[in-house]
Each structure stands twice: as C-alpha cells, then as structure tokens.
C-alpha cells in the first residue's frame, strides 16, 4: 500500500486549506492509500524561527516524508507567495527530502491574481528539494471553498479540478517503479 503525507502550511486552523487536505486524504483513502496529514503550525515556533534543524520537533515529519511516496502540500497564498511557517519548515528538511517523490501542489488564495504563484514561489522550492515528479497543481480560490457546519464545501469547478488532479496524482504514485526512491537517495 502506497503512503501519502499532506502536508499543510497553513498558520491558522481551521483553514480552508487544511480542509482541502482533509477533503484529499478522504478520497485517496477510498482508492487504497494510506494517508497522513500534518501541519508545519504544530512545528514548535523557535524551531522554525531559529533554524533548528536537528530539533525532535523534526523527526515525526521527517520520517513521514521520507517514507511517503506521494506528497500533498497545501498552502494559502498571501503576497503572491506560499506561507512563510512553511517556507520555514521547509528550508529545516534536508536536500533531497523530496527525491523520489511525486508532489501535488495546492494552493488557496483570495483572488485569481495570485493563481502562478504555484509556478513561480512552490515549484522551484519543490525542485531545490529533489521532488521527481512535480504536478501541475490546482489553485482554489476561497469563494470557492466554503466551511459550513464545520467541513468544506467545494463549489463544482473546484470539486472538478480536483477529483481530477487527484486522479493523476494516485496514479503517478502507482507508476512509479519500484526501487525508484531508493536510487534517488543514493545519487
């Protein structure tokens, strides 16, 4: 059975981006995946403040990922950039964390002129880490993502895109070879 982590870089709960991992993780779990979440907001402040890369705040979310073969990270976008709690988290994981894995990236926003910032601010961090397959991601705008009663409401666009994208991912995760992570960690 395939792992995946969501990872959530939201610094405020509940978020509609946690909701969209929750939403995630539900249907990966229909189609046989094992699925965690975390959220980089749990990671204690000093150590994302200070650096602290061999804090034992880390070692939870380090072998998460590490034994994960496909990741979800989910993030708002403020200033036309992914968070700042988890750019931080993310320049604590070692350089190739993300080798061998496949990673979609999600994103929310308040408006459709930050919809790049996928492009532009995510990928080329996921890169810098060593992700093996990037995907093309899906950008929700918060209109389209309602709390109510407590879970999410997806309007159909974004239900859609998605269902769609989740359909890829799941299936990216299948294909990739076996051995395939364990060669990329000895490059």
Do not use: C, W
Request: proline letters at 6%.
């Amino acid at each position: 059975m395939a792992n995946i982590l969501a990872i959530a870089g939201s610094p405020s709960h509940p978020s509609r981006t946690y909701g969209i991992l929750e939403h995630s993780t539900k249907i990966l779990q229909q189609e046989g995946f094992q699925t965690d979440i975390i959220s980089v907001r749990d990671v204690p402040p000093e150590v994302l403040a200070y650096g602290q890369y061999d804090s034992p705040a880390l070692e939870q979310p380090k072998g998460l990922i590490e034994r994960a073969d496909g990741i979800i990270i989910a993030t708002p976008v403020y200033k036309a950039a992914y968070t700042g709690v988890l750019k931080a988290f993310l320049d604590l994981l070692p350089q190739r964390a993300l080798s061998g894995k496949v990673v979609l990236p999600i994103a929310t926003g308040g408006t459709l002129a930050h919809l790049l910032a996928i492009e532009y601010a995510l990928k080329p961090v996921l890169s810098e880490l060593k992700a093996r397959y990037i995907l093309g991601g899906v950008y929700a705008v918060d209109k389209q993502l309602q709390i109510q009663d407590g879970t999410l409401q997806l309007d159909q666009e974004i239900d859609q895109r998605l269902t769609e994208a989740l359909k890829e991912f799941a299936q990216s995760v299948k294909n990739v070879q076996p051995g395939v992570k364990e060669l990329a960690h000895t490059n």
